[in-house]
Each structure stands twice: as structure tokens, then as C-alpha cells.
């Protein structure tokens, strides 16, 4: 019996081109956006080893809306969260194209600010959605969301999934 190869439905360049073009430089964001269907959701994070939290977070933000953006931190800005001097493991081109590969993402980009308040402001999404731990209503980048009438919501986490405990249990710590 033969074997059909796992890249069979596309050749790998068209694979790679599928996950390139989910790909979108902040200066490009606008032309990009108004392609997107709406209500646009919006997400940010840092999504250093993608786990099953990270997933299932990003399924239920994607089903909250016509499309979805996922802003990642840069690695510069990754590191000043304190997540310790060797984080993140993945170099930030490295996350983007692993979170585009993804189907729930409809566009990935980036931010090297602290938090990505100014880039909200920017795309104006619909819908700002961030995990279980926030408290949205303590958030400054809630308060700009409502300022043009979209909303703000926390997605309850997956439990048991943490890349942190990952990273310390691939170390053996």
C-alpha cells in the first residue's frame, strides 16, 4: 500500500505561501484590514511554545467574530514581561508564522511597545478579547475599545496549560 506524502493537497511552497500572506507588517495593517470580514476580534500575546490553551483560546476569540488578529509581542518587548532573561524561546518571525499556520488566525502582526494600546487604537477592532487572568475592566486598552463602541472580553483559560510550566518541565526543574 502506498503511502501518500503529508503534503500531498499542496506543494510546500504554496503551503508557505498561504502562511506568508497571513503575515502583515503594522505599517500595512490598514490596507490589509479592509479586506477582512467583520466584526474584527483582536488579540495579543506573546504565544512563545503554542499549547493547547493556545489553541483553544484562539478558536473561541476567531468564533467571536468575522475574522481575527493576532498581535504578537516582539522579542524585545516579549522580554521586558519578565518571563525570564531566555524568553522567548521561539524568535518572534518563528511565532508569527506558527500562529498563521493556524486556521483561526486571519492575520498576524506585531508590536514592540509594552502593551499593544497604540495598535488597538490603530485597527479599531470590534471585539478585544484577552485570557481568563485580566480583569478587562482594569484594562486602559478596554476604555479605548468602548471610546467607538466595541467591546472588551476575557476568555476563561484551558486548565493545566501554561507555557511556563512547560518550560520548566522540559528543564526538568
Known sequence: MSETPLHSAFSVPQAEQLIVH???HPDDLLRRLVQLPRPLVF???VFDVLHRGHV???EQARALGGSLLVALNTDS???RLGKGADRPLNNEMDRA???AALASSSLVTWFDEDTPLELIGLVRPDVLVKGGDYDMSKLPETALIHT???????????????????VRKIRGL
Request: hydrophobic letters at 45%; a positive charge; aromatic letters at 12%.
Open 22 to 24: 497571513k503575515l502583515c
Open 43 to 45: 488579540t495579543n500575546g
Open 56 to 58: 483553544m483560546y484562539l
Open 77 to 79: 518587548s516579549a522580554r
Open 97 to 99: 508564522c506558527v500562529i
Open 148 to 166: 467607538w463602541g466595541g467591546r472588551a472580553q476575557a476568555l476563561p483559560f484551558v486548565a493545566g496549560y501554561s507555557t511556563t510550566a512547560l
